[in-house]
């Protein structure tokens, strides 16, 4: 409709084609949404020129695509640019910066440059708390993935604190926030604490999905799972349905499959 109204180059068209990318994007169909970010990108910077909130737009949205292919090097690159546009375009103290310095700490982080993504983690968060205040809950989300990040690095005592904070901020409502505190003091060997947030979590987590369903898997020795409960390792890799670790762990059980607590929340802008 709008390449009729408009004709083929127009702005929004452009648009239509970012909202078609991100539309497949969370269907699953990466190479699709690629195609159709990557064409709003060059409509977006035929109409606009080089330097414009929209195709800085179109930058994040290329670099979140790169990171969920595991194409780290180009997410980064793609992120590295739409920051410093957006850092030229707006005010120091911009939410749209602090949303880069996270997507930018993601695609470090899953590129193995831990250090550095520290420092983007940390960046976001001083934007964020100055443009919404310490207890809002896009704070909560980047206090989540900072913790998760301290975890990697082993540094547990700032991981503790981080998502400590994120559950608070939260009213012990997100349950993945949650299990990642419980699965930090897992790593501790502080399983009572452990079993506590991986309850708290359970229960967040049957609020919104459901109760537990049973199974009879023969060989298994756990004896449910939840239904729709799931953690994110890395963008391109299947979710992983999540097993019942406060049992598991206050029974004295291993794990039948390795925990993924990595729920991050990449920012996806689409106009």
């Known amino acids: 409709m709008r390449k009729v109204l408009y004709g083929d180059r127009h702005p929004n068209v452009a648009a239509s084609l970012s909202n078609l990318g991100s539309v497949h994007s969370e269907m699953g169909d990466l190479v699709t949404a690629r195609d159709f970010f990557q064409r709003s990108y060059v409509l977006r910077e035929e109409n606009y020129g080089e330097r414009h909130p929209h195709v800085a737009d179109s930058l994040s949205n290329l670099g979140i695509l790169h990171n969920k292919i595991c194409s780290h090097k180009e997410a980064i690159q793609y992120h590295e640019r739409a920051l410093e546009m957006r850092k030229k375009l707006f005010f120091e103290d911009h939410g749209l910066i602090a ?37 809002h809950p896009a704070v909560a989300a980047l206090l989540n993935n900072l913790g998760v990040l301290y975890m990697e690095l082993e540094e547990m005592e700032k991981s503790k604190a981080a998502l400590h904070s994120a559950v608070e901020i939260s009213m012990h409502r997100v349950g993945s926030y949650l299990f ?16 506590e947030y991986f309850d708290a979590a359970e229960d967040t987590q049957i609020t919104c999905y459901g109760q537990w369903m049973e199974h009879d898997d023969e060989g298994s020795n756990q004896d ?9 390792d890395k963008p391109g890799q299947h979710l992983k349905p999540m097993h019942r670790y406060s049992y598991m762990v206050a029974h004295g059980y291993s794990p039948v499959v390795d925990p993924f607590p990595l729920e991050r929340y990449p920012i996806t802008i689409s106009t």
Do not use: M, T
């Not at 310095?101 to 250090?115: D, K, S, W």
């Not at 449910?224 to 994110?232: C, Q, R, S, T, Y």
């Open 99 to 135: 949303d880069s310095y996270n997507n930018l700490a993601l695609a470090y982080q899953f590129a193995g440059q831990l250090e550095k993504a520290k420092e983007c983690f940390q960046s976001a968060l001083h934007i964020r708390e100055k443009v919404s205040g310490k207890d």
């Open 224 to 232: 449910a799972k939840l239904e729709g409960f799931i953690a994110v």
């Open 180 to 195: 990642n505190l419980g699965f930090v003091y897992h790593c501790c060997q502080e399983f009572d604490k452990a079993a």
